[in-house]
């Protein structure tokens, strides 16, 4: 058999290493583990798997678009946000054309796009965030997808509703800006964009939201995007009949209803951040101050022989090897004992 083309330089996803019983801080999951409400209403639906999901998401979709105050046909569900940006390229990338993101950002903006025979170019980024004047100056006739990712992973910084504003004023109307909010509902600061409202200015945006972070549901994969219809529709075309599985639907429907758990995560996030910061303070370490629930701290030594001695001792951290960054590691903020298990252990390795 002869591989596509675009195909022949991909590697297959290769998921981190895991250690049964050792604390994982390694993927941004939540640290409460899922919402109590979500956990009812699984259990309540056990009984219907024996049949096909719900293709278009009826019910979650109209309960997003209560809270999002759009219409259903605003919104397109996936397995996981993941799924969601290859139905974007799907429907927008040809074989040529480019899209365009920054240094060390999530890599499947990367996957999604060469996964049509797209190829993606990189703008630099400064101290840990996004350069949005330099992104705007790689777009070219073939650029249809510009990926932004607010709060960034792994730096977990984030740009304004000013800077985002004047960047769209110089991107095409036929580029889409993709913008990925995964960790929006662990964002403080008030000048955060009101990204939804963008909906009303531009054509050209698509907004995409999980509930693998907040709600703590990253096991069941549901993510959505938010766009004009069009959009959707063109997305819409790419998706696989049932694609969300009908427990993940239910989950995500009760998840969304439960405020008590998205607040309580939210103290326990700042909470842990601020520990976080003092302890690396301490330390004497680097770090980028996050909007997010993670936090990317420099070690100042081999960031894989880090992860491998702190696995050995029972937390798992995600090394920033494949980003480019040799000497950092991202830890995801955890609950109060387990930051503490997590700091215990960074010190033993640094010989602290
Ligand atoms: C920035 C960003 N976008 C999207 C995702 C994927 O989320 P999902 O679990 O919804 O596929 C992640 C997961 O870590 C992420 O960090």
Redesign the pocket.
């Known amino acids: 058999m002869k591989i596509r083309v675009c195909l022949k330089d991909m590697v297959p996803y290769s998921p981190g290493k895991l250690k049964p019983g050792a604390i994982k801080l390694a ?2 999951e939540n640290p409460l583990g899922m919402s109590p409400m979500a956990a009812d209403a699984l259990k309540q639906s056990i009984g219907s798997v024996s049949l096909y999901p719900d293709g278009g998401c009826v019910k979650l979709k109209n309960a997003l678009s209560k809270k999002h105050n759009l219409a259903s046909a605003n919104i397109c569900v ?8 290859v139905l974007i390229a799907g429907a927008y990338i040809e074989p040529g054309d480019n899209a365009v993101t920054s240094q060390t ?2 890599s ?1 903006y990367t996957f999604a796009t060469k996964l049509f025979g797209g190829t993606m170019k990189y703008a630099p980024m400064a101290d840990g965030c996004f350069q949005l004047d330099a992104i705007a100056s790689l777009i070219d006739t073939k650029t249809k997808l510009v990926f932004l ?1 607010n709060p ?2 792994p730096t977990g910084t984030s740009f304004s509703n000013d800077e985002l504003r004047a960047f769209m004023k110089k991107v095409p109307k036929d580029t889409l800006i993709v913008l ?1 909010e ?2 929006r509902e662990y964002v403080d600061r008030s000048d955060f964009p009101d990204s939804i409202s963008l909906l009303n200015e531009y054509d050209n945006v698509i907004i ?1 939201r ?4 907040i709600y703590g549901l ?1 096991g069941l ?3 959505y995007g938010i766009a004009r219809p069009e959009i959707i529709t063109d997305m819409e075309k790419t998706r696989a009949p049932f694609n969300v599985n009908s427990l993940a639907q239910a989950a995500a429907c009760a998840a969304l209803d439960d405020t008590d758990f998205v607040n309580k995560s939210r103290a326990v996030n700042r909470e842990g951040k601020t520990y976080l910061y003092a302890s690396f303070d301490k330390l004497g370490l680097k770090y980028y101050k996050t909007d997010a629930n993670f936090i990317l701290v420099y070690i100042n030594q081999d960031c894989v022989a880090a992860f491998e001695k702190m696995m050995a001792l029972g937390v798992t951290i995600r090394p920033l090897r494949s980003f480019g960054l040799n000497d950092a590691i991202r830890v995801t903020i955890g609950t109060p004992e387990q930051n503490e298990f997590f700091v215990r252990c960074l010190e033993k390795v640094l010989g602290k």
């Open positions: 993927s941004n996936g397995n996981g946000s993941d799924e969601v940006l950002t999530f499947e990712c960034n992973n990925d995964a960790y995409l999980t509930f693998s972070k990253a994969r549901v993510g």
